[in-house]
């Protein structure tokens, strides 16, 4: 993250990340330990050890080093990308039906697509939960793709994929 805070002297700043989708405060710094003390010239600061999908609020400060005074915070609010969504696995098929589910995990919905790329098929669909139904596919005894992504405020994470054939009777 970065800021363009102005300062009357080149204070040093302090940061501290405040996860928001939980009542205790986490938190963390450049190091994921703990509240950070920048240098007077930077104004950015990798945080790391942050959890996917959530939603944090990181208070910037300039801090006076003589006497410790600090100033107003300046807010900068944020949202970690999604996990990939993770253990894909086929719980059932028919001649026109394909089931699958993945691992929970934090996210608000999820994006999946299936296509046949021999008939050019390709459906689209979102669930809030981990476990998925495609109906009526077309084809009999073919491949389908199916791709599975994590939606967490607009961001969306990379597809998880896995293919599956219907059966032919």
Do not use: H
Request: charged share 30%.
């Amino acid at each position: 993250m970065s800021w363009n805070l102005k300062t009357r002297k080149k204070f040093p700043f302090q940061v501290a990340v405040e996860n928001l989708d939980r009542s205790d405060l986490d938190e963390v710094d450049g190091n994921g330990s703990g509240n950070e003390l920048v240098g007077a010239l930077k104004r950015s600061l990798l945080v790391e050890g942050l959890e996917a999908g959530t939603r944090y609020a990181a208070s910037v400060f300039a801090v006076d080093e003589t006497s410790g005074d600090k100033s107003e915070a300046t807010i900068i609010e944020f949202v970690t990308l999604p996990e990939i969504p993770k253990i894909l696995k086929i719980l059932k098929r028919t001649k026109n039906l394909i089931q699958l589910s993945w691992e929970k995990q934090r996210a608000e919905k999820f994006i999946l697509k299936i296509a046949n790329e021999d008939s050019g098929f390709i459906k689209t669909a979102e669930t809030e939960m981990n476990k998925f139904t495609f109906r009526d596919l077309p084809e009999v005894n073919a491949e389908y793709s199916v791709s599975v992504s994590a939606i967490v405020e607009d961001l969306r994470s990379d597809a998880a994929n896995i293919s599956a054939f219907t059966l032919s009777n």
